[in-house]
């Protein structure tokens, strides 16, 4: 695995944070909150009130000790058992955060000041030209779009959400509801904050990793300003920033912050693992085809490897307890839309679906392939297999999902990887004027939240105006 450490050491900020230590019992101790805390989490997001409501009906054990005998299930539910969960759940997150905050009050210590006060002042700038391509919004719901708007609504009350596709997908709209983002304008508040955050990391992760010295065999040179800001952009203009100012209001910004986090931050195991826990209850599909892979890359080793993944396929057991352990039953939810199958939308829609494929990163597939390329030509055949999986897996959603570009979109991690292969090694002339030329047609290129059935107009700005100066010609 000299390999894949040799990958690790290039495309990390922080590869080499403590590991875990040996020793005595003891130090296993802080271990015990992180399960606790995952273990309440997860109950949470797996138990809908309607469920919950039905279950308290059918045993009434509770009536006459935790409340008076007159006092109806449903509403024993609402004024007790809503309540508790958030609390219970308030009480979770906050164990959970703790060791995160902790890594990035290290890291705000280690990585340079000027360093940061520039990725900064960049992102000010990258994020006002992506939100002119798409303002102003032209929502029926103040400024959320498409399924944003269920998010939206649930942070309102989001622990009395009944049964649905969303009420697992708990961790923003419930911080929305504590930290007072409640309803539909603070909520695409919050969603703004989110995508500000995802943007600065994108840009410091840049700052920090192609601008860091090297020794040994690697002499590449350091990308100049120009290029790096210019990645960035191109980044920013694909589906894991641009859909969150074309339909604002989906958690998956939430869930980016939680994967860059562990390529930007100092962590230790223990930090890590609780970065995995909370990506699972912001968005367990987009989690397991997103970080599950980039698993290999963030752990240094496999024992904690399997431990991450101990901890994201733990979220399913209770998922499925949920369902009473009837796997049709709770895999059906997800792959009926509607009244069609998504498997037979995927077999008849395959130009649309090959669209939502090439939104989620545009143009940088090309990045993709010159570095999966690259890698393969130098034989690091394990470094390669990495890259692949962290940028290919998430297209496993196809058949489950319709929201092509959004999900595909999730394997970001690997396009970051790419560039940071590719534009090192870019010494003519020629090869930098294909990378401006793929960050630029990037950027260019309206952005289209789509799937295999359905495509959503831009919310405004320059894409829509592309839009329809496009559909003027059919």
């Keep these: 695995m000299h390999a894949l450490s040799a990958f690790r050491q290039r495309v990390l900020i922080f590869p080499d944070a403590l590991p875990l230590s040996h020793g005595t019992t003891r130090q296993w101790a802080p271990y015990v909150s992180l399960a606790v805390a995952t273990l309440a989490l997860y109950t949470i997001c797996n138990a809908p009130a309607d469920k919950l409501a039905a279950l308290v009906s059918a045993n009434r054990w509770w009536s006459g000790w935790l409340a008076p005998k007159y006092v109806a299930p449903d509403e024993f539910v609402r004024r007790f058992v809503v309540p508790l969960k958030g609390l219970l759940f308030g009480a979770a997150v906050a164990l959970l955060l703790v060791p995160v905050v902790r890594a990035a009050v290290r890291g705000l210590r280690e990585i340079d000041r000027a360093a940061l006060r520039r990725s900064a002042g960049l992102t000010l700038i990258l994020l006002a030209i992506c939100w002119a391509l798409c303002w102003p919004y032209h929502t029926s719901m103040w400024a959320v779009g498409n399924w944003g708007t269920f998010f939206a609504r649930m942070s309102e009350d989001p622990f009395a959400e009944p049964h649905n596709y969303f009420h697992r997908r708990l961790l923003k709209p419930g911080l929305a509801y504590f930290l007072q983002f409640r309803g539909p304008l603070l909520y695409w508040l919050l969603t703004m904050i989110c995508t500000t955050l995802v943007s600065f990391l994108i840009v410091l992760y840049f700052e920090l990793c192609l601008t860091r010295r090297r020794g040994g065999e690697d002499s590449s040179p350091i990308p100049d300003g120009f290029l790096r800001a210019l990645a960035a952009l191109g980044v920013m203009s694909t589906n894991v920033v641009m ?107 395959p130009r649309t679906l090959a669209l939502g494929v090439f939104m989620a990163h545009k143009f940088f597939w090309i990045v993709f392939f010159a570095a999966l390329w690259r890698l393969i030509a130098r034989k690091e055949f394990t470094a390669a297999g990495a890259l692949a999986a962290c940028t290919l897996a998430s297209l496993g959603t196809i058949p489950i999902a319709t929201d092509t570009s959004r999900l595909v979109g999730m394997g970001f991690s690997g396009i970051l990887f790419a560039v940071v292969v590719v534009l090192p090694e870019l010494r003519s002339s020629f090869g930098r004027r294909l990378f401006v030329l793929a960050c630029v047609a990037s950027v260019l290129v309206p952005y289209y939240p789509s799937g295999a059935s359905w495509l959503e107009v831009p919310a405004g700005g320059y894409y829509k105006a592309v839009y329809m100066y496009v559909r003027g010609f059919f």
């Design 243 to 349: 859909l969150h100012l074309a339909a604002p209001g989906y958690v998956d910004d939430l869930l980016a912050i939680l994967i860059l986090l562990q390529l930007v931050l100092p962590l230790t195991l223990k930090p890590r693992l609780c970065l995995v826990a909370l990506s699972m209850a912001t968005h367990e599909a987009a989690a397991v085809f997103g970080l599950g892979p980039l698993v290999l890359v963030v752990f240094p080793n496999w024992a904690q490897r399997f431990a991450a993944w101990g901890v994201m396929g733990s979220f399913f057991i209770f998922w499925l307890a949920s369902y009473g352990f009837d796997f049709p039953a709770a895999f059906g939810v997800h792959t009926q839309f509607e009244n069609a199958s998504t498997f037979d939308i995927m077999r008849a829609n």
